[in-house]
């Protein structure tokens, strides 16, 4: 998968946007982008279809874009988006939805060592998608099986981590260069916070964030992959290379590299509002999902400090003894209710095959929010993007395609352990023991 540029938008994207004005009127205003049935009422529609998700987010290009290009193939279906930009958040609220039975229509979903429980309430994808499902990619399709074999989701884009964001007009300014080694980064941290500015703004508050940098960062230490035998009780947590993993997670703490009081930093909006985008940061890890700050149709730079700055992309400097490369898998997936009606099942299939292998599909991946999991589609961007944009883009595909480590864990009949590493990650970098808290994860 290449990206290419492009001198027109996908079809049917300009209607889209003219069609969605209405819809945009009804964006939250305050600090989050979260939307509920208040905020955007669903169209008229035959039949009304309730999706609740983390993605896609409110700005122009992406649900009121999508949604109106959906509805203009099908009229007849409205749909009623609730949206919690804060991933724990959603899962909250998805989970009080299963408890009460009131399961969504259609619901996203992550792979990883919780997919199992959310697919229980999935409508088996053999039902609806078994005419097309074909053209997306085996690896991604692998990734929604549950470990009894049933394809419960339908995967809709691959992300990747550990990468991050930076300021090019502020390196410029400061004389800095990017590093690409462990000692480099924490050099340059010194020099940053000379400067009195925060090297790395690191959401450590979240969970999530913190699993997802430890898994990447553990895969450079022996051989690497020994995280996923933990994962499947093969080893024990505190083997001495994750052990080693988790000295030099809490070294970024202990050395400046990350903020101060990282572990109370959420990544979204603080890390990203308070830090990168307000300039009080240079650098930002996060996935490959961010790679379009940097281009023009970004909808989080305007109006913030870094709107005029030239910002890049770039996979993180290894951490450990070798470069593993980042880790990759499929960051977002759908789900259909087997509780909702065979009405609303097949109209929510319909969005659902818009999504993966439709239009919906170019449309998303262009704005680089993940990439494609469809074979035949690429991303596309606009003439005039900046040669740094281009390379940036071109960077993360690339690392993506070479990829040879999952992003998530799978642990049967654990679905908390992303939760439970990213809390022992917490303590470590408060502080405490690597060993004593990797070995609490023990079974």
């Given at each position: 998968?290449?990206?290419?540029?492009?001198?027109?938008?996908?079809?049917?994207?300009?209607?889209?946007?003219?069609?969605?004005?209405?819809?945009?009127?009804?964006?939250?205003?305050?600090?989050?982008?979260?939307t509920t049935s208040e905020d955007t009422?669903?169209?008229?529609?035959?039949?009304?279809?309730?999706?609740?998700?983390?993605?896609?987010?409110?700005?122009?290009?992406?649900?009121?874009a999508l949604y109106a290009a959906f509805?203009?193939?099908?009229?007849?279906?409205?749909?009623?988006?609730?949206?919690?930009?804060?991933?724990?958040?959603?899962?909250?609220?998805?989970?009080?939805?299963?408890?009460?039975?009131?399961?969504?229509?259609?619901?996203?979903?992550?792979?990883?060592?919780?997919?199992?429980?959310?697919?229980?309430?999935?409508?088996?994808?053999?039902?609806?998608?078994?005419?097309?499902?074909?053209?997306?990619?085996?690896?991604?399709?692998?990734?929604?099986?549950?470990?009894?074999?049933?394809?419960?989701?339908?995967?809709?884009?691959?992300?990747?981590?550990?990468?991050?964001?930076?300021?090019?007009?502020?390196?410029?300014?400061?004389?800095?260069?990017?590093?690409?080694?462990?000692?480099?980064?924490?050099?340059?941290?010194?020099?940053?916070?000379?400067?009195?500015?925060?090297?790395?703004?690191?959401?450590?508050?979240?969970?999530?964030?913190?699993?997802?940098?430890?898994?990447?960062?553990?895969?450079?230490?022996?051989?690497?992959?020994?995280?996923?035998?933990?994962?499947?009780?093969?080893?024990?947590?505190?083997?001495?290379?994750?052990?080693?993993?988790?000295?030099?997670?809490?070294?970024?703490?202990?050395?400046?590299?990350?903020?101060?009081?990282?572990?109370?930093?959420?990544?979204?909006?603080?890390?990203?509002?308070?830090?990168?985008?307000?300039?009080?940061?240079?650098?930002?890890?996060?996935?490959?999902?961010?790679?379009?700050?940097?281009?023009?149709?970004?909808?989080?730079?305007?109006?913030?400090?870094?709107?005029?700055?030239?910002?890049?992309?770039?996979?993180?400097?290894?951490?450990?003894?070798?470069?593993?490369?980042?880790?990759?898998?499929?960051?977002?997936?759908?789900?259909?209710?087997?509780?909702?009606?065979?009405?609303?099942?097949?109209?929510?299939?319909?969005?659902?095959?818009?999504?993966?292998?439709?239009?919906?599909?170019q449309m998303w991946a262009d704005t680089?929010?993940?990439?494609?999991?469809?074979?035949?589609?690429?991303?596309?961007?606009?003439?005039?993007?900046?040669?740094?944009?281009?390379?940036?883009?071109?960077?993360?595909?690339?690392?993506?395609?070479?990829?040879?480590?999952?992003?998530?864990?799978?642990?049967?009949?654990?679905?908390?352990?992303?939760?439970?590493?990213?809390?022992?990650?917490?303590?470590?970098?408060?502080?405490?023991?690597?060993?004593?808290?990797?070995?609490?994860?023990?079974?």
């Amino acid at each position: 998968m290449t990206p290419t540029r492009r001198t027109h938008r996908s079809h049917g994207l300009a209607a889209a946007l003219v069609a969605s004005s209405l819809l945009l009127s009804a964006c939250s205003s305050g600090g989050t982008d979260d939307t509920t049935s208040e905020d955007t009422p669903a169209a008229d529609g035959a039949v009304e279809l309730v999706f609740d998700s983390w993605l896609p987010t409110m700005d122009p290009l992406q649900w009121p874009a999508l949604y109106a290009a959906f509805q203009e193939e099908n009229p007849d279906i409205s749909i009623t988006f609730n949206r919690d930009e804060d991933f724990d958040a959603f899962k909250t609220q998805l989970d009080n939805k299963i408890l009460a039975d009131e399961v969504p229509d259609i619901y996203g979903i992550q792979v990883g060592s919780s997919f199992d429980d959310y697919a229980d309430y999935a409508l088996d994808t053999s039902e609806y998608a078994s005419g097309w499902i074909d053209q997306l990619s085996e690896q991604a399709v692998a990734q929604t099986t549950t470990t009894d074999g049933t394809v419960a989701a339908v995967p809709i884009l691959n992300a990747g981590m550990e990468y991050f964001l930076y300021n090019q007009t502020l390196m410029d300014e400061m004389g800095l260069t990017l590093p690409t080694t462990r000692d480099e980064v924490f050099a340059i941290a010194t020099q940053i916070r000379a400067a009195g500015l925060t090297p790395f703004a690191m959401g450590a508050a979240d969970a999530w964030h913190d699993a997802d940098f430890f898994v990447w960062l553990s895969n450079q230490y022996g051989s690497g992959g020994d995280i996923y035998k933990a994962a499947a009780g093969e080893i024990p947590w505190d083997s001495d290379t994750l052990v080693q993993a988790g000295q030099a997670w809490q070294e970024l703490f202990t050395n400046g590299v990350f903020e101060d009081a990282a572990t109370t930093v959420n990544t979204y909006p603080m890390a990203r509002d308070d830090y990168f985008m307000a300039r009080r940061a240079v650098f930002m890890p996060t996935g490959s999902w961010h790679v379009g700050a940097g281009l023009t149709i970004s909808p989080e730079t305007p109006g913030t400090a870094v709107e005029n700055d030239a910002l890049g992309m770039a996979d993180c400097p290894p951490g450990g003894e070798r470069d593993a490369g980042v880790t990759a898998g499929v960051d977002f997936a759908l789900a259909i209710s087997a509780s909702s009606t065979p009405e609303k099942q097949e109209a929510a299939a319909k969005f659902v095959e818009f999504m993966a292998v439709g239009e919906g599909q170019q449309m998303w991946a262009d704005t680089l929010q993940g990439f494609p999991v469809a074979k035949d589609v690429t991303v596309h961007l606009d003439e005039g993007e900046s040669d740094l944009a281009q390379s940036s883009v071109d960077l993360v595909t690339e690392t993506l395609l070479a990829a040879q480590y999952d992003r998530k864990l799978v642990s049967p009949g654990r679905d908390s352990l992303e939760n439970d590493l990213g809390v022992v990650l917490q303590n470590i970098a408060d502080g405490a023991d690597p060993a004593t808290e990797l070995a609490t994860l023990n079974q």
